[in-house]
Nanobody, 122 residues
Framework: QVQLVESGGGLVQPGGSLRLSCAAS????????MGWFRQAPGKEREFVAS???????YYQDSLKGRFTISRDNAKTTVDLQMNSLTPEDTAVYYC????????????????WGQGTQVTVSS
């Protein structure tokens, strides 16, 4: 089992920045890909970004340039730096992990965190 705990959500004004962090524990995560999804009210959960253990990154095309995913050297946390936020970024953000990077990006049968709320509003 893998346990994921997100932190860093909150209220931010349009144009602002926020950094989310996900701490993992449980089984060794060294071969695992980790990433982020989000779910806005009334919408399906969508892929945001992911990073393999080796450092390969993937992003939702529309978020490239504003969002940056990073992972620490100990491979136990993954962060999401979000810049130039707009109200459309308002959502619950979920951390996810899976041994397969491609499977992770589908969001199917992956480990999930409990989610952290991000609200972009003036």
């Amino acid at each position: 089992q893998v346990q994921l705990v997100e932190s860093g959500g909150g209220l931010v004004q349009p144009g602002g920045s926020l950094r989310l962090s996900c701490a993992a524990s449980g089984r060794t995560l060294s071969p695992y890909a980790m990433g982020w999804f989000r779910q806005a009210p009334g919408k399906e959960r969508e892929f945001v970004a992911s990073r393999t253990y080796a450092g390969v990154t993937y992003y939702q095309d529309s978020l490239k340039g504003r969002f940056t995913i990073s992972r620490d050297n100990a491979k136990t946390t993954v962060d999401l730096q979000m810049n130039s936020l707009t109200p459309e970024d308002t959502a619950v953000y979920y951390c996810a992990a899976h041994q397969s990077s491609s499977t992770l990006r589908t969001g199917l049968n992956v480990y999930w965190g409990q989610g952290t709320q991000v609200t972009v509003s003036s």
